[in-house]
């Protein structure tokens, strides 16, 4: 059976870091993208971030960049994304998917797992 489970979220002050988890079984880690993507309420889900198998391809929503570093660790079967500089905005609920490709679009990812709050507030 495959699992993804988020960990890291909670409750943080703008300008602050946090860094989210993703911890997977049932599959081999090695051989899918992993992608993180995000959803506040009343919002559609959004992507964030994505990276390769191997993790030598990376991609990120343009207004994410600079401040998100997403990273995957095949060894220990998780993929991290470290959030920086955070912002009222980026109050979400956050995922982990796996796919084939490591794409933008969510429609490419077919395993999700339950997700992470993050919540940004002062």
């Known amino acids: 059976q495959v699992q993804l489970v988020e960990s890291g979220g909670g409750l943080v002050q703008p300008g602050g870091s946090l860094r989210l988890s993703c911890a997977a079984s049932?599959?081999?880690?090695?051989?899918?993208?992993m992608g993180w993507f995000r959803q506040a309420p009343g919002k559609e889900r959004e992507f964030v971030a994505t990276?390769?198998?191997?993790?030598?391809?990376?991609s990120y929503a343009r207004f994410m960049m600079d401040r998100f570093t997403i990273s995957r660790d095949n060894a220990k079967n998780t993929v991290h994304l470290q959030m920086n500089d955070l912002k009222l905005e980026d109050t979400a609920g956050y995922y982990c998917?796996?796919?084939?490709?490591?794409?933008?679009?969510?429609?490419?990812?077919?395993?999700w797992g339950q997700g992470t709050q993050v919540t940004v507030s002062s």
């Open positions: 990276i390769s198998g191997s993790g030598f391809s990376t």
């Open positions: 998917a796996a796919g084939w490709t490591a794409v933008p679009d969510l429609n490419a990812y077919h395993t």
């Open positions: 049932g599959l081999t880690f090695g051989s899918y993208a």
